[in-house]
């Protein structure tokens, strides 16, 4: 598809479980961002990847969140140890930087909804 | 005080009636976006806009840069229109990240 996927679109676990969720940018974004929405709350930024260079991290909760990207594709996003409190949804954008160094429109993927149990 | 805040939380207006949603925010940006999630759904980008205003279809966005205020406003309302409206700005840093409001939640009735 054209737009940004993620998977899995809902994820069951029970506390104290490691988690992986996976992101498919739209193909030529370099930028790709994770946010967090948690039930009632406005969304918060996790991490940023631009093409090679190292990752913004400043987002993430805590050491037990960490997040991969290969080149400019896939990403995932990995919880370990999983908490109720990381119950959430976490939501993938991806975004074309422009040579002057700004940024264009960010595309949400679906979501994946996460429960800790 | 939250960065940038979104007026009003909710929003209950009958089908046809015009609608504003307001977005303050505190830091410098480059960029403004409104953002659309519907029950269940994921997120649309509605605009993206650092000076005057955008139309599309009966949805215009606005934004003052010197009083740090931007307007979503939606004209002839209908029960589709029924989602939470999300203002984020970004501010600028060489990451394109967005600050968000916390949405204001919009039900159109019949």
């Known amino acids: 598809g054209a737009g940004v996927s993620q998977s899995p679109s809902n994820k069951v676990t029970e506390k104290g479980k490691d988690v992986e969720l996976r992101c498919d940018p739209i193909?030529?974004?370099?930028?790709l961002y994770w946010y967090r929405q948690r039930l009632g709350q406005g969304l918060e930024f996790l991490i940023y990847f631009q093409g090679n260079s190292a990752p913004d991290k400043s987002g993430l909760p805590s050491d037990r969140f960490s997040a991969e990207r290969t080149g400019e594709s896939v990403s995932t996003l990995t919880i370990q140890r999983t908490q109720q409190e990381d119950s959430a949804v976490y939501l993938c954008?991806?975004?074309?930087?422009?040579?002057?160094?700004?940024?264009?429109?960010?595309?949400f993927g679906p979501g994946t909804r996460l429960t800790v149990l | 005080k939250n960065e940038v805040e979104q007026s009003p939380q909710n929003l209950t207006a009958q089908e046809g009636e015009f609608i504003t949603i307001n977005c303050s925010y505190s830091?410098?940006?480059?960029?403004l976006h409104w953002l659309q999630q519907h029950p269940g759904g994921g997120i649309v980008s509605l605009f993206m806009l650092s000076s005057g205003k955008k139309k599309h279809g009966r949805l215009i966005a606005t934004i003052n840069i010197q009083e740090k205020h931007s307007s979503l406003h939606i004209t002839a309302s209908h029960p589709r229109d029924s989602a939470v409206y999300i203002c984020?700005?970004?501010?600028?840093?060489?990451?394109?990240?967005?600050?968000f409001g916390k949405g204001t939640k919009l039900s159109v009735k019949p």
């Open positions: 193909s030529g974004h370099t930028a």
């Open positions: 830091v410098g940006i480059s960029a």
């Open positions: 984020a700005v970004d501010h600028g840093g060489s990451q394109g990240n967005l600050i």
């Open positions: 954008a991806s975004s074309f930087r422009r040579s002057s160094g700004g940024y264009n429109e960010q595309f």
